[in-house]
Structure formats: structure tokens, C-alpha cells
């Protein structure tokens, strides 16, 4: 049954990507120059200004270019709500599936993990609300809220990236050795 339910998270991930792939492509501001951008500028910014500045640009592009390029950002912020249960949950099930395998304290610690996925999706559900919310009326961030802004983002991206990497690896570990069917 699992197997089922991480092949569907795996599927829903994959199609929303490509979907969010496609709709990135019309993501561009104005600085000096004409400039394209990616969500992780607004992930990611540099400075407590940053994110508004580049949201700003956006509207000097011109009324029909700002259209387009805000409906893409809205339109791939929204997809990624799409996204967001096939990656939580289908790492969520990896952990689990290793902690099954390990026993005794790693399976502790893979429990743990596991359920910090839950964590990480709301920090992520958080930051898109965040952003939305700067699309419809760019402000820069204050000193706190900036600081408050790169730890949602470094535990909404760490506790994914670890889980995978330990929960997959231990699984390949098993399977490599002949015992995951034992």
C-alpha cells in the first residue's frame, strides 16, 4: 500500500514540476535591464529589499507584461500547493519505510523525521501565503522579518533534503545488501 501511495506523491510531484517549469518561463522584471528571474530570488533574497524591488520591477515592464508575469508567479505559487503533498508526504513515507527497516534508535530518529516533513510542509503552505501576499503589495521586509524569513526557509528546505537523503540512502543500503525483503 505504500509503494501505491509514494508512486501517486512521486507522479504529483513530477507533473507539478514540469507545470511550474513552464510557467516560469514567463517570470521577468525591470532593474537597469529587462531580467529574468526564478522563484528562488523571492525564496532566497539577498536583502530585506530585494524580494519587494524585484516584484516592483515587475510593474515597470508595462501594464501587459506585469499581467502576464504576476499570473504566471500566482498561477505556479498555487501549483505548488499541487506540489507540496506528493514531496512531504512521498519523503514522509521514505522515513517511515526506513524506520521500519532500521529498529531501536535510528528508527527514532527516522520516525522523527518523518513527521518533520508535516512541519516542513506548513513552513512551505507559510511561505507561499507570504509571497502571495508580496505579489499583490511588494513591501520590503523589516531586519526581523527578513531574519524570521531565511530560518522558515533554511527548515522548510533542510528537513526535506536531509530526510531524502538519509531515508533513501538507508533504503538503498538494504536493498544493495540483499536484506530490505528480509
Known sequence: MYIIIFLICFADAWISTVIMGRQSKAFFTMGTVRKPFSIFDLEFPA??????????????????????????????????????PG?????????????????????TFFCALAYLQ???????????LILLSLIKRP???????????????LFKWGL?????????????YFWITGSYFV
Open 47 to 84: 536583502s530585506p529589499v530585494s524580494a519587494a524591488n524585484l516584484l516592483l520591477g515587475i510593474g515597470l515592464l508595462g501594464e501587459e507584461a506585469a499581467l502576464k508575469v504576476k499570473r504566471a508567479l500566482r498561477g505556479q505559487l498555487y501549483v505548488d500547493f499541487l506540489f507540496m
Open 87 to 107: 514531496v512531504y508526504v512521498g519523503i514522509l513515507i521514505l522515513c517511515r519505510g526506513a524506520a521500519l527497516k532500521t529498529g531501536h534508535w535510528p528508527g
Open 118 to 128: 508535516l512541519l516542513a510542509w506548513l513552513l512551505d503552505i507559510t511561505e507561499n
Open 139 to 153: 513591501r520590503p521586509f523589516s531586519q526581523g522579518q527578513f531574519k524570521a524569513y531565511g530560518f522558515m526557509e
Open 160 to 172: 526535506p533534503l536531509i530526510g531524502f537523503a538519509c531515508a533513501s540512502s538507508t533504503l538503498l
